[in-house]
């Protein structure tokens, strides 16, 4: 009995000492725009979505790119050139910059008589 508390014990202080030893960066959020997105071919019909985006930050110009996850068939394309992304980088390196939400830009001319 005594082992298996000094076992969870341990485990806490593991996971307590692995949280607070996280990288604590301060970052800074911008929307870039989606200049293109590509699928790339996963296997068996289904594809992961690249996505191309630039953004400027203190007049100088950035790209980056984020690759989703999540499988898909090709036609379920979620982004579209024109498309806005927010992005987060650290104020240390720019060019780290990560998705954090997407924004879907709707064309007007979309109607259906």
């Known amino acids: 009995m005594n082992i298996i508390r000094y076992v969870i014990i341990i485990l806490v202080l593991f996971f307590v000492g692995f949280r607070c030893s996280e990288d604590q960066k301060e970052y800074k959020y911008c929307?870039?725009?989606v200049y293109k997105s590509q699928?790339?071919?996963?296997?068996?019909g289904y594809y992961k979505l690249m996505v191309y985006y630039e953004f400027n930050y203190n007049g100088k110009e950035y790209k980056g790119e984020y690759k989703f996850n999540e499988l898909a068939h090709i036609y379920s394309k979620k982004f579209n050139e024109g498309d806005s992304v927010l992005i987060k980088f650290p104020k240390d390196d720019i060019t780290k910059s990560?998705?954090?939400k997407l924004k879907y830009i709707k064309s007007k001319d979309y109607h259906i008589n």
């Open 31 to 33: 929307m870039a725009y």
């Open 39 to 44: 699928p790339i071919h996963w296997g068996y």
């Open 98 to 100: 990560t998705v954090v």
